[in-house]
């Protein structure tokens, strides 16, 4: 099984976190992460390889660093559609199963991975590892041909279920603490310092200074959790 990891530009990218980072500084900790999910990838003894697939070139270089094939996106547009061209582009190379993991994820773990290609049943299959608390799909090992259309988005978890049963498979379904942590607000970051481990993302957020300023705000009572 190989790995697939999309990532989007990193200039313009977590655009929920606008109004605590400036563009600059997003860009980092998209970097910052991609890079320790990266390390995370290769660090797992179950998967072939790792295919970074963007169409940003600083991200290209990133993949590169890491000992990791890079997939252009090509022509199409949003994250369903390229990443449907991506799957049936591996597809027809004779892969047979990938792992789709998202690149906001800096707690997740090897053996995490490992446990997901473990889990994962004869063809035609899936294997859900959802997110903590949006209803997001936050990595998803599928068998090629894809038995389902991909439908990441708000619900993601949901509908890939439907999807799922409507073709008949049952796929495990695997709760997996660091892989269950995607980042995309503000309160992310600080469940995220709650529990950082040594890593890219960690030195990034505490010698940008974000770090500290997270917990300015976690510590200011005028600011609502609904706020965070």
């Avoid at 997003?26 to 999910?37: E, I, K, T, W, Y």
């Avoid at 061209?85 to 597809?91: F, R």
């Avoid at 936050?138 to 999807?163: Q, T, V």
Wanted: with cysteine; proline share 7%; charged share 25%.
């Amino acid at each position: 099984m190989w790995a697939l990891l999309p990532i989007k530009a990193l200039r313009g990218a977590k655009k929920r976190l606008s109004e605590l980072l400036s563009e600059d500084e997003r860009a980092g900790l998209v970097r910052a992460m991609a890079s320790d999910v990266l390390t995370a990838l290769r660090g797992a003894k179950r998967l072939e390889g790792v295919i970074v697939l963007s169409s940003d070139p600083d991200v290209q270089a990133l993949a590169e660093s890491a000992g990791a094939r890079f997939l252009p996106e090509g022509d199409a547009k949003g994250l369903n559609p390229v990443l449907e061209h991506a799957v049936e582009t591996l597809a027809a190379e004779g892969i047979e199963s990938i792992l789709i993991v998202h690149g906001d994820l800096p707690l997740a773990r090897p053996e995490e991975f490992d446990a997901l290609v473990a889990a994962q049943a004869p063809a035609p299959a899936l294997t859900i590892a959802p997110s903590r608390d949006d209803g997001g799909t936050n990595a998803m090992a599928i068998s090629l041909p894809a038995p389902i259309s991909l439908e990441y988005g708000k619900g993601s978890f949901a509908k890939h279920m439907r999807a799922a049963k409507a073709a008949g498979v049952t796929p495990p379904v695997l709760e997996l603490a660091g892989i269950g942590l995607d980042i995309d607000r503000p309160a992310d970051l600080l469940a995220f310092l709650a529990e950082a481990c040594p890593g890219k993302t960690t030195d990034y957020l505490v010698e940008s200074g974000i770090a500290e300023r997270l917990q300015g705000i976690d510590r200011d009572p005028d600011i609502t959790s609904e706020a965070l």
